[in-house]
Nanobody, 125 residues
Framework: QVYLVESGGGLVQDGGSLRLSCAASGPTTNYATAWFRQAPGKEREFVAAISWSGAMTNYAESVKGRFTISKDVAKNTVYLQMNRLKPEHAAVYYC???????????????????WGQGTQVTVSS
C-alpha cells in the first residue's frame, strides 16, 4: 500500500506560479509517480510523470515548457512546479503511483494503482 498526500494547491492570479508536493509513504519499492488533473465536468487527464530515480520524465503536450516535475528521492516526495498559470489550468490535481512501472513512467490513468486525495488549484483571471 502506497500512501500519497498532496499539498500546495490554492488560489493564484493569472500568470502566477504554484508548486505542488506529493509526499509518499509505505513500502519503498521502485514505482513511477504522476500528476493528473480533473476540471469540473471533464475527465481526469495526465499532466506529468517521473520515474522512481527521477531520471526519466514525461509531460502532456499542453504543459511542456510551463510545468516541471521533479523528485526528492531522500524524502520520497514529488513536486510539480507550475509557472505562467492560466484559468484553464484550474482543476483538482491528483498524485498517483504506478507500482507496475519499474524504471520508467506511464501517462495511463489505468496504469496508476494508488491515488492521493487531490489538491485544488484555482486561477483567477
Amino acid at each position: 500500500q502506497v500512501y500519497l498526500v498532496e499539498s500546495g494547491g490554492g488560489l493564484v492570479q493569472d500568470g502566477g506560479s504554484l508548486r505542488l508536493s506529493c509526499a509518499a509513504s509505505g513500502p519503498t519499492t521502485n514505482y513511477a509517480t504522476a500528476w493528473f488533473r480533473q476540471a469540473p465536468g471533464k475527465e481526469r487527464e495526465f499532466v506529468a510523470a517521473i520515474s522512481w530515480s527521477g531520471a526519466m520524465t514525461n509531460y502532456a503536450e499542453s504543459v511542456k515548457g510551463r510545468f516541471t516535475i521533479s523528485k526528492d528521492v531522500a524524502k520520497n516526495t514529488v513536486y510539480l512546479q507550475m509557472n505562467r498559470l492560466k484559468p484553464e489550468h484550474a482543476a483538482v490535481y491528483y498524485c498517483a503511483a504506478a507500482t507496475a512501472i519499474i524504471g520508467g513512467t506511464t501517462s495511463s490513468l489505468d496504469g496508476n494503482d494508488y491515488w492521493g486525495q487531490g489538491t485544488q488549484v484555482t486561477v483567477s483571471s
